[in-house]
Each structure stands twice: as structure tokens, then as C-alpha cells.
């Protein structure tokens, strides 16, 4: 299990990694904290509702200056659309994965998802007086596991 710093049984469980996707790793912990332990069709219908902004992902960690949002008890949350498709993505293709070891997706719950910054892509920006400024991209490295729910 090269690249996966969680270890599960092979005979049950599906695995799908996303390396340097060009999504903020933050946004991307606070999104894969939302989604761990749920059944993949409900994670995938909140990410969906995700996407469409309708129900915010709870920020517990990167909190600083992020506004509450509605509902009872909720407290700072965002709408992080581009993590949240890439996570979506991951999941179905952890699915397919599933489908092809003759899993059953419909019975699968996430019991492993992570993300963590990947690799920097450098560049620079041109200035005036013949000056540069750094215009960096951080990419995030998301590892998931989904397994067979025992019945």
C-alpha cells in the first residue's frame, strides 16, 4: 500500500489517491473531517449540496476570520466548492475501484480519508522595475479508503 498511511483489509476495502490536485490542503482537512465514517451515497449527496452552496462544511482547525453560518449551533463554516469536487471524484473512483473487486458500492462507508499539502509548483510574476514576485500553487495530496459496512 505505496502512498496510503493507513493500512486496512485488502478483501474489503476499495483505495483511491489524488497527489498534487491544485486545491487548497486546508480546505481540503476540513472537508475530508466532514465526510469521514459517513456511507459513500450520503457523502456523495453532501458533497453535492456542497457544491451547490447550500450546506456548509464546519471549519474546526483553519477558523481564523471564517463567519458563522446558519442553523442551530453551527459555528464558522465555508462553502469550499473546488475541495469538495475534488473529494467527490476521489469517491467515485474509490467506488469504482470497489465495483471492479467485486465489492458491493451500494454498502461502503469512508473509513479513511486524509489530506495533506503535496509538492509546490514555483513560478514568478514579473514586477515593475525589473523586479519578480514568487506565484506559488500548493497543491494537496488526498488519500481515501472506503469499506464494506459488516452487516
Known amino acids: 500500500m505505496k502512498?496510503?498511511?493507513?493500512?486496512?483489509?485488502p478483501e474489503?476495502?476499495?483505495?483511491?489517491?489524488?497527489?498534487?490536485?491544485?486545491?487548497?490542503?486546508k480546505n481540503s482537512i476540513e472537508v475530508c473531517r466532514a465526510v469521514r465514517g459517513m456511507p459513500v451515497e450520503d457523502a456523495k449527496k453532501f458533497l453535492e449540496e456542497v457544491i451547490?452552496?447550500?450546506?456548509?462544511?464546519?471549519?474546526?482547525?483553519?477558523?481564523r476570520h471564517i463567519n458563522h453560518r446558519k442553523g442551530p449551533g453551527f459555528g464558522p463554516g465555508k462553502f469550499p466548492v473546488n475541495a469538495a469536487k475534488a473529494i467527490l471524484d476521489l469517491i467515485k473512483v474509490a467506488e469504482n475501484n470497489a465495483e471492479y473487486k467485486g465489492l458491493d458500492p451500494d454498502n461502503m462507508v469512508v473509513a479513511h480519508i486524509s489530506a495533506y499539502r503535496g509538492r509546490v509548483f514555483q513560478s514568478w510574476r514579473p514586477r515593475a522595475r525589473g523586479r519578480t514576485t514568487a506565484w506559488n500553487t500548493v497543491?494537496?495530496?488526498?488519500?481515501?479508503i472506503?469499506?464494506?459496512?459488516?452487516?
Not at 502512498?3 to 483489509?9: F, V
Not at 451547490?52 to 477558523?63: A, G, R, S
Request: aromatic letters at 6%; zero cysteines; proline letters at 4%.
Open 52 to 63: 451547490e452552496k447550500q450546506v456548509p462544511i464546519p471549519y474546526l482547525k483553519h477558523k
Open 3 to 9: 502512498g496510503y498511511s493507513h493500512e486496512l483489509d
Open 139 to 144: 497543491t494537496a495530496n488526498i488519500e481515501l
Open 12 to 25: 474489503t476495502t476499495a483505495r483511491a489517491i489524488g497527489k498534487d490536485l491544485r486545491v487548497s490542503y
Open 146 to 151: 472506503i469499506q464494506e459496512q459488516k452487516e
